[in-house]
């Protein structure tokens, strides 16, 4: 799979928010034991250092943390991972109503249409 | 640890200075970008760091020495412009790699010579101006060097092909190692880098961490550097 990357905005974030991804759909499950900085930043073919950073990131936000000799791991903490996945819906649902308030549809509206995309 | 220090180093030619007064540091481990316009000063700055070139004041610091023999021995440079006899076939030109530098990994570049998909048996001069482009990255990359120098390794190949020339950097960026890519295709690199040094005129204008840049101009570092070399 191709990473894409903008520009525009810090690689670390973009790349923190891949790996939230991860955590969130189960691609890493709590416990379960992460591949090496190097090899996380040869599959997005970022460089070596910027991967670090965005880890450390996850790991000041507990969702990661360090074995000193065994290399990182996803915290044992499922009610962590489940709150990411809340807040990260909540945000996409948040930004799919302003999208529909921008065309002048409301709360009721908008669920209406989403109703309309079952299948 | 800083690789190179560089120290109030200015460069003249006759009476037109080239390098005003530069202070930089190069700390090691990083992937550091030069940029700036043509004329700015990036390829006279770099053949300074190479010894190809003395300063006309000031002192450059390789590992805290003067550069020299050792400093020679562990940068890797990627000239702008192409050296290779053209009549020589890219095995040769690896032979004589790996009889003129001791760090010279034949195996690496035998191995990057496949993953680009360039025949060992053809001569140089029947290679496209990007396949050159490619072995010349793949002859300096094989070698264990401490800083890599690479002047504008992208200039003059097309989008595809730079894709591959910014992979191979990386794959090849050994742990404390530093890289040095000078450049004006600042787009097509600014994702690889960790620290940014914008030259113009003869002078650093800004080095900065690419990513603090980025949050502190809200934009990317192409256009970070465009807003500031406006015309």
């Known amino acids: 799979m191709d990473f894409t990357f903008d520009n525009n905005i810090p690689i670390y974030i973009q790349l923190l928010e891949y790996m939230k991804i991860y955590l969130i759909s189960g691609v890493f499950k709590a416990g379960d034991k992460l591949p090496s900085v190097r090899d996380f930043a040869n599959t997005f073919k970022v460089n070596p250092n910027t991967m670090q950073k965005a880890l450390a990131e996850l790991e000041s936000m507990k969702l990661i943390y360090t074995e000193r000799t065994n290399g990182k791991f996803v915290t044992k903490d499922e009610k962590l991972i489940e709150k990411l996945k809340d807040e990260y819906a909540m945000t996409l649902a948040k930004s799919y109503f302003d999208g529909m308030k921008k065309i002048g549809l409301g709360k009721a509206d908008s669920i209406k249409y989403l109703e309309r995309i079952n299948n | ?231």
Do not use: W
């Not at chain 2, 316009?37 to 190479?50: F, H, Q, R, Y």
């Open chain 2, 1 to 231: 640890m800083n690789l190179v220090e560089i120290k109030h180093v200015s460069k003249s030619f006759d009476k037109k200075k080239i390098l005003d007064d530069v202070n930089l540091k190069i700390p090691s481990g990083k992937i550091i970008g030069l940029l700036g316009k043509n004329g700015a000063g990036k390829s006279t700055l770099i053949k300074l760091i190479n010894g190809l070139l003395t300063p006309s004041e000031g002192e450059i610091l390789f590992k805290g020495k003067p550069i020299g023999v050792y400093s020679k021995a562990n940068i890797s440079y990627l000239p702008e412009r192409t050296y290779l006899d053209k009549s020589m076939k890219v095995k040769d030109v690896i032979e004589y790699f790996a009889e003129f530098y001791e760090n010279f990994d034949t195996e690496c570049a035998y191995t990057l010579l496949k993953d680009l998909k360039l025949d060992a048996e053809k001569r140089i001069i029947k290679m496209s101006k990007g396949m050159q482009e490619k072995l010349q990255l793949i002859l300096v990359m094989s070698r264990d060097a401490e800083l890599y120098i690479l002047d504008e390794p992208l200039s003059g190949v097309d989008p595809a092909t730079r894709d591959y020339i910014i992979d191979t950097i990386l794959s090849n960026f050994k742990e404390g190692s530093s890289i040095i890519i000078s450049t004006h295709l600042i787009s097509d690199i600014e994702r690889i880098l960790d620290e940014v040094v914008f030259i113009d005129e003869g002078k650093i204008v800004l080095a900065s961490s690419a990513d603090d840049l980025r949050n502190k101009e809200k934009s990317s570092i192409d256009e970070a550097f465009r807003r500031m070399f406006k015309c």
